[in-house]
């Protein structure tokens, strides 16, 4: 598979160290490309030029929450599936998990790379589904 052609995996959060670990990790595990950004505007800025596959958000963050850059993302890129990471309790009412349909999963933190690694495989939507990769040894 050429990776350039491959849908995007991308990774929203303010902690700069949390998304270099999580991305190479992901990146060493998954068949897809992986592109991070440590802020909300950035990569807003930056999603048309993208092809995406998975957006992957944490909640709290500067400039923008999650939920916040998810209703400014989906506009740029609809279709596209969102994973909503926090450390936090962040709890979306029954009223207000309906408007947002492309938000399929909230993952609380700790968790491990596996965990978000299935998700991504489970929520991914259309063709280029991330294939996780088990001969990788990881130390």
């Known amino acids: 598979m050429n990776t350039s052609d491959s849908k995007t995996i991308v990774i929203v959060d303010d902690e700069k160290s949390y998304i ?31 092809n995406v596959g998975l957006i992957v958000t944490d909640y709290y963050m500067p400039q ?18 969102f994973i909503l990471i926090t450390g936090h309790g962040v709890h979306l009412s029954a009223d207000e998990l309906p408007q947002i349909p492309e938000l399929k999963t909230i993952l609380h933190k700790p968790f491990g790379w596996r965990t978000l690694a ?19 040894i990881s130390n």
């Open 20 to 50: 270099d670990l999580l991305s190479q990790i992901l990146a060493e595990h998954l068949s897809n490309p992986v592109v991070t950004f440590t802020r909300p505007m950035a990569a807003l800025a930056a999603l048309p030029q993208l």
């Open 64 to 81: 923008l929450n999650g939920l916040q850059f998810i209703n400014h993302a989906r506009i740029l890129k609809p279709q596209t599936p």
């Open 118 to 136: 299935e998700e991504i495989v489970r929520c991914w939507s259309g063709a280029d589904v991330p294939v996780i990769r088990t001969d990788v």
